[in-house]
């Protein structure tokens, strides 16, 4: 069974920060694009960042919502990605999915493997 597990989420007060994770024990990262995706109540899922399969050659897009305040990164030795958020505010309240899916594979829509989320809530 495929699985994610994203950590990381909580409470914070706007402006703060918080970094997520998300690690498998069965899917190797480094081969995939990997992204995080977030769902607001009464929203659908969208994605905040993304980053490519490979290494030194992989590249980044960021919603226009958290560019310049968030930062996905991949750590291909301990098979974790991370979405550090920095300057947080009140709209970025969702839960916040991890999301693996097959090189070239668009980014929109419900495709690949997903983890189970994690709540991000932050008061203004």
């Known amino acids: 069974q495929v699985q994610l597990v994203e950590s990381g989420g909580g409470l914070v007060q706007a402006g703060g920060s918080l970094r997520l994770s998300c690690t498998s024990a069965?899917?190797?990262?480094?081969?995939?694009?990997m992204g995080w995706y977030r769902q607001a109540p009464g929203k659908q899922r969208e994605l905040v960042a993304r980053?490519?399969?490979?290494?030194?050659?992989?590249?980044?897009d960021y919603s226009g919502a958290v560019k310049g305040r968030f930062t996905i990164s991949r750590d291909n030795a301990k098979n974790t990605i991370a979405l550090q958020m920095d300057s947080l505010r009140a709209e970025d309240t969702a839960v916040y999915y991890c999301?693996?899916?097959?090189?070239?594979?668009?980014?929109?829509?419900?495709?690949?493997?997903w983890g189970r989320g994690t709540q991000v809530t932050v008061q203004s």
């Open positions: 999301n693996s899916r097959r090189p070239g594979v668009p980014p929109e829509g419900d495709f690949g493997d």
């Open positions: 069965n899917i190797i990262f480094s081969l995939n694009d």
């Open positions: 980053i490519t399969r490979g290494a030194e050659d992989a590249t980044v």
